[in-house]
Nanobody
Framework: QVQLVESGGGSVQAGGSLRLSCGASGRTFSTTVMAWFRRSPGKESEFVAAISWTGRTTYYADSVKGRFPISRDNAENTVYLIMNSLKPDDTAVYSC????????????????WGRGTQFTVSS
């Protein structure tokens, strides 16, 4: 089982950029699909982005496509989410998630979760 810890949350003004990191422990990280989800106040959990274990395949929500590239460094057991052109609607708790095979948007298919990191975009 992979244990996940997010970092990089905080506050930034609209239009700015920030990078979130998710560090993983466990020997299976390099063969694990990783993803980011977010939950805004009063809303359901929302898929943000996912990346295959090789890093060659990525998948994005329409709301962040072109703004939030996802990447991973298997040597460092870390997955990143770079957030550009930030909007107040991007304010949320961001969580990383992992599973062995599924590269998609359904949060129920992900079997390991971090606690999340709060991120606020001010206008």
């Amino acid at each position: 089982q992979v244990q996940l810890v997010e970092s990089g949350g905080g506050s930034v003004q609209a239009g700015g950029s920030l990078r979130l990191s998710c560090g993983a422990s466990g020997r299976t990280f390099s063969t694990t699909v990783m993803a980011w989800f977010r939950r805004s106040p009063g809303k359901e959990s929302e898929f943000v982005a996912a990346i295959s274990w090789t890093g060659r395949t990525t998948y994005y929500a329409d709301s962040v496509k072109g703004r939030f590239p996802i990447s991973r460094d298997n040597a460092e057991n870390t997955v990143y989410l770079i957030m550009n052109s930030l909007k107040p609607d991007d304010t949320a708790v961001y969580s990383c998630a992992a599973n062995q095979y599924y590269l998609g948007t359904a949060h129920t298919r992900y079997t390991a979760w971090g606690r999340g990191t709060q991120f606020t975009v001010s206008s």
